[in-house]
C-alpha cells in the first residue's frame, strides 16, 4: 500500500508552516492527552491546549498560512483571536491534515475526540526524538535466549517463540548499525567542536549517558552476544534437524493466521531459524567494528581536549609576548586599532617600600643589547586566539548572569573574583557595541574598584524585542 493511501494527503504540511514550533507542541499536547485519556474530550483538549500553549499563542498569528492549508473551513477567517479562537484554529487545523477526527455522540451532541493509528505513531516519533530522556536497552540477546528456551516447556508456543526470536534479532541488528552510526556521529563532532567545555559535555553527559551506559556497556556485559549465543544455536540446531517440530511450528503458525499454509509456513520456519543462526555467527564481527570505532572516538576527543589546553596556553605565552612588544611603535598602534585596554592596578601589603641594600660595586661587563624585530602577526594571532577561547556565546552567558532577573546593570553591581571574570567584562564592554549583541553598553567617567581590580564605569542594558537585529529574539 502506497503511503499517501493510507494517509492523508496534507498530513505533513503542519511541520512545513511558518508556526511550525506552535503546531508540533500542540501535537505535544494531543499526544499526551491521547496516554492519559481513553475518551479525549474537544473541551478537555481545548483547555489542555490553552495551559500549555499561552506563552506561545500570545503574539502569534495563525490566519496568515493559507499557502499551507488551503481548502480549511471557511469558519476560520474572522475567527476570534483570543487565546480560545487560535486554539480552536489549532485544533480545526489538526482536523483538516488529517492528524485527529472530531466525533459527537448522539445522546449529549457533545464533541470527542479520535485520534487515527497512524497519528500516534508519528506523534510518538516526534516526542522520542525531542526527549532528552535516555533510551533504555531493551536486552534483545537474551529476550531471544528467553523465548526459545521457554518454548521447550510448553510446545504449544513454539511459532510464537520462533516469531519473537526472528524479532528480537532484527531489533538486534538495527541497534547495533544506530550504535555505529551514532559513534560516527560523535566522532565527526568532536573534530568540529572548538570549544574545550562543549567537547567536555558532548563526551561526559551526552555520549557517556546515551550510547556507552545506555547501548554499548550492557551488549558487552549483561546482554553479550557470547553469554548466550551458543545456547541459542543449540536450541534452533536442534529444531531444524527435528522433522516433527519444524510441522509443529508450521501448522501453529496456519492456525495463528501467520503463514498462508503449512508448506509456505515450513518455509519460513527454516528461513527465520538460518536467519537467527547465522546473525549469531557473525555478530561479533560488528561488534568488534563497533569497538574500533568506539575506541578511535574516545581517543580522538582526547586528543582534541588536549590540543585545546594546550592552545589556551599558548594564548597566555602570545600575551606575555605580545605585552613585552607593547613599547614598541608599530604594534602599540596595532593594539590600539583592535584592543580597548584601560589600565588599572591595587595595592597590597606587597606593594610596600623596601629600603635598598647597598653591596660593594664590582667590576663587571655590560649587558650586550638586544633589538627584538617587531611581529605584528603577534597581535592578529592572539586576537584569534582570544576569539577562540573567549566566544560570543560565552560573553553573553556571563552579562546574562550579570542581569540576573532586572534588565540592567553597572559595573558597580558586578562581582569580579578572578582574572577570568575581568576578562570577560572587558570583552563584554566589546561585545556591547555590536548590532547583534543582546545588550547595549554605556560608557560612564570614571572607573569601579571590583574585587581587586579597577574597571571602568559602564551600564549595561538589556536590548527589548525588536531592536536586535536577526540573531537574538526576546
Known amino acids: 500500500m502506497a503511503l499517501f493511501d493510507r494517509i492523508p494527503e496534507r498530513f505533513f504540511s503542519i511541520l512545513a508552516s511558518p508556526r511550525q514550533e506552535i503546531y508540533v507542541e500542540a501535537l505535544f499536547v494531543l499526544h499526551r492527552a491521547f496516554h492519559t485519556e481513553l475518551e479525549i474530550r474537544r473541551s478537555e483538549l481545548t483547555a489542555m491546549m490553552i495551559d500549555s500553549l499561552e506563552p506561545l499563542l500570545i503574539d502569534a498569528d495563525l490566519e496568515d498560512e493559507e499557502e499551507f492549508f488551503e481548502g480549511s473551513d471557511t469558519e476560520e477567517r474572522g475567527a476570534d483571536v483570543s487565546l480560545s479562537g487560535k486554539v480552536q484554529i489549532l485544533v480545526r487545523r489538526l482536523r483538516d491534515t ?38 533504555e536497552y531493551d536486552s534483545y540477546v537474551y529476550a531471544t535466549y528467553a523465548a526459545l528456551e521457554n518454548a521447550a516447556a510448553n510446545s504449544d508456543f513454539m511459532c510464537a517463540a520462533l516469531l519473537a526470536a526472528n524479532q528480537n534479532t532484527e531489533a538486534l ?10 559513534i560516527r556521529r560523535y566522532y565527526q563532532n568532536a573534530l568540529k567542536e572548538i570549544d574545550v567545555n562543549e567537547l567536555l559535555a558532548d563526551h561526559f553527559d551526552v555520549y557517556r549517558e546515551q550510547i556507552v551506559n545506555a547501548v554499548y556497556y550492557p551488549l558487552k556485559t549483561i546482554d553479550s552476544v557470547p553469554r548466550f549465543r551458543h545456547a541459542i544455536q543449540k536450541v534452533l540446531r536442534d529444531w531444524l534437524e527435528n522433522e516433527p517440530v519444524l510441522d509443529m511450528i508450521a501448522e501453529q503458525g496456519v492456525s495463528r493466521r501467520v503463514f498462508e499454509n503449512e508448506e509456505d509456513g515450513r518455509k519460513q520456519t527454516i528461513d527465520m531459524i538460518n536467519f537467527i543462526s547465522d546473525t ?130 553597572t559595573t558597580a553591581d558586578v562581582q569580579i573574583g578572578s582574572d577570568e571574570g575581568f576578562i570577560l567584562f572587558l570583552l563584554a564592554t566589546l561585545r556591547g557595541t555590536e548590532k547583534r549583541a543582546p545588550f547595549t553598553v554605556q560608557f560612564r567617567e570614571g572607573n569601579k574598584g571590583r574585587g581587586g581590580y579597577s574597571l571602568p564605569d559602564v551600564l549595561f542594558r538589556r536590548k527589548k524585542t525588536g531592536e536586535r537585529n536577526g540573531e537574538f529574539n526576546v
Not at 464533541?111 to 532528552?132: C, H, R, T
Not at 541488528?173 to 551514532?182: A, D, F, H, P, R
Not at 568506539?294 to 589556551?312: G, K, P, Q, V
Open 173 to 182: 541488528i538495527t541497534e547495533l548499525k544506530s550504535l555505529y552510526n551514532n
Open 98 to 135: 488529517g492528524w485527529l477526527e472530531i466525533e459527537m455522540e448522539n445522546r449529549s451532541f457533545e464533541e470527542f475526540v479520535i485520534v487515527p493509528d497512524y497519528a500516534v505513531a508519528v506523534m510518538d516519533l516526534l516526542y522520542d526524538l525531542s526527549s532528552d530522556n535516555v533510551r
Open 280 to 409: 549469531y555467527d557473525n555478530i561479533e564481527d560488528t561488534i568488534g567494528r563497533i569497538d574500533v570505532r568506539h575506541a578511535e572516538y574516545t581517543r580522538a576527543s582526547i586528543d582534541r581536549i588536549r590540543y585545546f589546553l594546550n592552545t589556551d596556553r599558548s594564548a597566555r605565552g602570545r600575551l606575555v609576548d605580545l605585552l613585552r612588544e607593547s613599547g614598541n611603535g608599530r604594534i602599540a598602534e596595532v593594539m590600539e586599532e583592535n584592543l580597548t585596554a584601560f589600565s588599572h592596578g591595587y595595592a597590597d601589603r606587597r606593594s610596600l617600600y623596601n629600603r635598598i641594600k647597598r653591596t660593594r660595586r664590582t667590576e663587571g661587563k655590560p649587558l650586550a643589547i638586544e633589538e627584538k624585530a617587531a611581529d605584528p602577526g603577534l597581535v592578529s594571532g592572539f586576537l584569534s586566539d582570544v576569539r577562540k577561547q573567549y566566544s560570543n556565546r560565552r560573553i553573553d552567558a556571563f552579562v546574562d548572569r550579570c542581569f540576573g532577573v532586572g534588565d540592567e546593570f
